[in-house]
């Protein structure tokens, strides 16, 4: 044994034995479910940028453009989301044989089974575009495209389940749903009391080995019109019948609705919003085996099933539909505040409302940018465990704050419900978002950081994995070659990150021109999250994971870089242009000073309190991490004030809207205001109202009536939906009119 490995790297060894995390077998399923993308660059302290700009820019192809421009359009132009949520609580029928005939629900699935095959980015495009006409149509073709049974037959699925199966959902044959969520369970799935006993019973008149499942599911999406439910359970074996094994652990298996015990079709209103969504019941309810998706072989490995399946909801759906939210967020907020004035001035001029215009502006550019960024990683090939639970967290996150931006700005027009306001239903959908694959307090305390600290970091994994090593000599032996590269990675990085707080020197590729300082910045902060988060496992070993509030700081730290890389790659996908750099420097300020908050307050509430006068001289947390100046402000707030290329890049992709509906009407009356702006102008100059510009000359009659027109557009934008008793009657049929009512009406 070498004198390194005896007298230093022993006692170490010993210790470290004692405070590293070991791995449950759960937490070992999870970390092992999915694969590390350039989270990775960013956690090592010294990212490899042409990584990151060697990626192929995600593009959808012909199929796929046409699918987007007909099917899509086609199937908005047949849901009315006013109608849907208060008067029919459902699709049409034929807007549900539409999504049939067209094969909606077999976007993932590959031609060869009967789907259409697409590309992840494709995927997303088709719910951005869907969304921002309607949540609840959205929804629908969102579910049976990300967690549920074809996600995981898919990968996981027997060659005979693959050809039953999948041609059926392909085709709306069989309309699947997922039922994870127990009643006494909720984001702790592992704590679900859903049970499946090995016995035998009748299948097809003969008695097979097969499964009794009992089981009580709630919020599952798309239960109450389900024909095949997939179900997670845990699994036992009390008679031995597969093996010693008694509790064989979480199962995932295929389970059709007409079978006798089974209860679905009664249902919950989300936030009040008319997707299929209610509980499930089973009792005593028999299939065979076969029915396990991936066969038996795969009873008890239901929790990796899910942690990889995870990654389609997490990654493709809900920043799908949280991009459509942003970009609708910008685009009526921008519109709106061009066309409403106030104190004579357009709104969009107040320094007050431009704050948020442009928080609103950068969100929808940031999540953006990580959508295209995280569907061109899965494109590639890989299941994105970290990456897609950040997206999950931030995008939710930043749609809240959009959504509630743009509220803000608009007042009370945004206030009163009715079919001419156009941001009513997604305000009230923001908690579904909040909630649904994962909450967001639970993504962003246990997994983003918890997660990504394993799998991300350059050496933990492998030294935890050497400590849990049975054979002692192989174990001290692999845990001394990587605690030692460790050692040597963290002098190095410690040493960068000194050097880039002090100087800002940080690394940036030779040809990244006018984000050279970003890029730099942005290798900056990578070196100094990484090094907080070695003296966070060297100060808490183990604890770190009952430190929540210091894993959630460390994963937005993480996170926050994943999303001003994503920016990054936006910009250059795009083709650099100029007049977008206001959002990159925007969205970038942004995260650098959410990343040395974070940091900061990561430091201060290290329990060694050894630890904040270590690295505070060295890391600088709070230097130069204000936040984006109020020039850069004012200019994002003006991309989306006035028209042009950049507001149209930031906005594209929603379904047009009909002319006199809320949004038809906004859009209808910015371009006009737009067009009448010289006219406007050459009044505003001579002090003149219309009136008095006509009499004086100054305007013509043709220009006077322009502004008149202008001026009635406006008008029907701001006004308001408004009822008398009998239209409420129709909204709210439990509402019967009373006596008193009738009075104070007449």
């Not at 305390?445 to 492998?462: K, V």
């Not at 003149?688 to 009659?701: C, H, M, V």
Request: proline content about 6%.
């Amino acid at each position: 044994m070498s004198f390194r490995k005896k007298y230093l790297t022993r006692p170490i060894y010993n210790w470290a034995k004692g405070v590293l995390p070991s791995l449950s077998e759960t937490e070992a399923e999870a970390v092992n479910s999915g694969d590390v993308h350039f989270e990775a660059e960013l956690f090592s302290g010294k990212p490899d940028w042409s990584m990151l700009r060697n990626m192929k820019a995600p593009t959808l192809t012909e199929e796929e453009r046409a699918f987007v421009d007909g099917p899509c359009r086609a199937f908005c132009d047949m849901v009315d989301p006013w109608e849907i949520d208060h008067h029919t609580a459902d699709l049409s029928p034929e807007a549900w044989d539409f999504l049939r005939r067209e094969g909606f629900f077999g976007m993932i699935i590959p031609k060869e089974h009967g789907g259409l095959g697409f590309s992840a980015y494709a995927h997303s495009e088709v719910v951005r575009y869907i969304a921002s006409h309607s949540l609840v149509a959205a929804v629908t073709v969102m579910v049976p495209n990300s967690l549920g049974p074809g996600e995981l037959i898919l990968q996981f699925g027997t060659d005979d389940q693959k050809k039953h199966w999948l041609p059926r959902l392909a085709k709306g044959q069989e309309l699947p749903a997922f039922g994870l969520t127990s009643e006494d369970a909720g984001s702790d799935a592992s704590a679900m009391t859903d049970d499946g006993v090995i016995c035998k019973g009748r299948w097809n008149g003969e008695e097979v080995l097969g499964i009794r499942l009992n089981w009580a599911k709630r919020y599952i999406t798309l239960a109450p019109v389900c024909t095949v439910l997939g179900l997670a359970f845990k699994l036992r074996d009390p008679d031995g019948l597969l093996g010693e094994t008694e509790d064989i652990g979480i199962t995932c298996a295929l389970v059709p609705t007409d079978l006798p015990g089974v209860e679905t079709g009664r249902r919950h209103l989300p936030s009040g919003t008319m997707f299929m969504n209610g509980p499930t019941t089973g009792k005593d309810v028999f299939i065979p085996l076969d029915h396990i998706i991936g066969g038996p072989d795969y009873a008890g490995r239901g929790w990796m099933m899910l942690m990889s399946a995870l990654s389609a909801g997490r990654g493709i759906s809900l920043p799908s539909l949280s991009a459509a939210a942003t970009a609708l967020a910008a685009h009526t907020t921008g519109a709106y505040a061009r066309i409403r004035k106030q104190f004579n001035l357009p709104i969009g001029l107040f320094g007050g409302v431009q704050e948020p215009m442009a928080r609103i502006a950068s969100n929808a550019y940031a999540i953006d940018a990580g959508r295209r960024l995280t569907t061109a990683a899965l494109d590639d090939g890989y299941k994105l465990a970290v990456i897609s639970a950040i997206m999950k967290y931030h995008a939710t996150d930043r749609m809240r704050d959009a959504i509630n931006d743009a509220m803000d700005v608009h007042s009370g027009k945004a206030v009163i419900d009715g079919p001419l306001n156009y941001l009513q239903p997604t305000y009230r959908t923001i908690p579904i978002g909040i909630t649904v694959e994962g909450a967001n307090i639970v993504t962003r305390n246990l997994i983003i950081f918890g997660q990504g600290a394993i799998r991300a970091h350059p050496h933990l994994l492998d030294e935890m994995q050497a400590l849990q090593e049975p054979d002692e000599k192989k174990s001290l032996d692999a845990f001394d070659k990587h605690f030692w590269a460790h050692v040597n990675h963290a002098v190095r990085t410690v040493l960068r990150a000194g050097w880039a707080a002090w100087t800002g020197l940080g690394d940036a590729p030779p040809d990244a021109g006018k984000v050279a300082p970003v890029y730099r910045r942005l290798s900056r902060w990578s070196a100094a999250f990484a090094v907080t988060a070695d003296m966070a496992f060297l100060t808490l070993g183990g604890a770190l994971k009952r430190k929540e509030m210091i894993s959630a700081r460390l994963g937005d730290a993480l996170s926050e870089m994943y999303l001003i890389a994503a920016v990054l790659k936006r910009w250059e996908d795009e083709g650099r242009h100029e007049e977008d750099l206001p959002l990159v420097h925007h969205a970038a300020e942004t995260g650098f000073a959410r990343i040395g908050k974070a940091l900061d307050e990561t430091i201060a509430n290290m329990p060694a309190r050894w630890v904040g006068w270590l690295l505070r001289p060295i890391l600088r947390p709070g230097a130069y991490a204000r936040g984006p100046s109020d020039k850069v402000s004012e200019a994002v707030a003006m991309l989306i004030y006035e028209p042009g290329a950049a507001r149209s890049r930031l906005v594209q992709g929603y379904h047009p809207p009909a002319p006199d509906s809320g949004l038809g009407r906004l859009d209808g009356a910015f371009r006009l205001v737009i067009s009448a702006e010289p006219i406007a102008k050459r009044l505003r100059d001579a002090g003149k109202t219309p009136t008095e510009g006509r009499e004086a000359g100054i305007l013509s009659d043709a220009e006077y009536a322009q502004l008149q027109e202008v001026e009635a557009a406006i008008q029907r934008v701001v006004t308001v939906d408004d009822y008398s008793p009998e239209e409420l009657e129709q909204v709210f049929p439990a509402m019967r009119r009373t006596g008193t009512w009738t009075e104070a009406a007449e």
